[in-house]
Every structure is written in C-alpha cells, then in structure tokens.
C-alpha cells in the first residue's frame, strides 16, 4: 500500500505564492509518474500539473503555464508543485497521485493512489 501524503497548502493573498509537497512511503514510488489534482465539489478532480517518474517530462493545465511548477527529488521520495501568483478562483483541496506507468499523465482515472488532500486558500 502507497501511502501519500501532501503539505504545504494555507492560506495566502491573490497574487502570493504557495509550495506544497508530497511525500510516498513507499521506495518504489520513484518509478511512478506523480501528479497533482485539485478538487471542486462539483466537478470531478481537476488535473493541474504532472511529472514522469525521471523528471524528464511535465505537463500543466493550460490555466497554470507559466506560473506553477512540478518538480521531483527521488532520492526523498517527494514531489512538489511551487505556485505562484494565485488567484482567488484557485481556491481548493490540492491532491497528490501516483500512476504505475511512470508517464506525466493528465487523466485522473490512470491514478492508482491518492494523497488525502491539502487546503489551498487564496483571499481576493
């Protein structure tokens, strides 16, 4: 059993920055492709950036570009997503997940394990 667990989320003014972090408990997370998802309770969980298990591809939501980075340290077993220049509408539960494939995948279905969540809360 992967167990993620995320931190890093709070409360910050529109404009300001965040870092969160995920950390797996398991070794083997570092041939895992890692992502993070974000959650609107009256959506399905939104994809927001994801890495591959080397690092060496990433993807964003076309909403993020330019702002928000992914980023890995295998050797820690963590993952983390810098964010910069919130806005207000990017208030929401944060999620960390692990794919088996290893790829920077952008569907949250291809996700096996899941993080319980971080609050992210951007004041307007």
């Known amino acids: 059993q992967v167990q993620l667990v995320e931190s890093g989320g709070g409360l910050v003014q529109a404009g300001g920055s965040l870092r969160l972090s995920c950390s797996a408990s398991?070794?083997?997370?570092?041939?895992?492709?890692m992502g993070w998802f974000r959650h609107v309770p009256w959506k399905d969980r939104e994809f927001v950036a994801a890495?591959?298990?080397?690092?060496?591809?990433?993807y964003y939501a076309d909403s993020v570009k330019g702002r928000f980075a992914i980023s890995r340290v295998n050797a820690r077993n963590t993952v983390s997503l810098q964010m910069n220049i919130l806005i207000a509408e990017e208030t929401d539960v944060y999620y960390c997940?692990?794919?088996?494939?290893?790829?920077?995948?952008?569907?949250?279905?291809?996700?096996?394990?899941w993080g319980r969540g971080t609050q992210v809360t951007v004041s307007s």
């Open positions: 997940a692990a794919n088996l494939d290893g790829v920077a995948d952008t569907k949250n279905i291809e996700y096996a394990y």
């Open positions: 398991v070794r083997a997370a570092i041939s895992y492709g």
């Open positions: 890495i591959s298990w080397n690092g060496g591809n990433a």
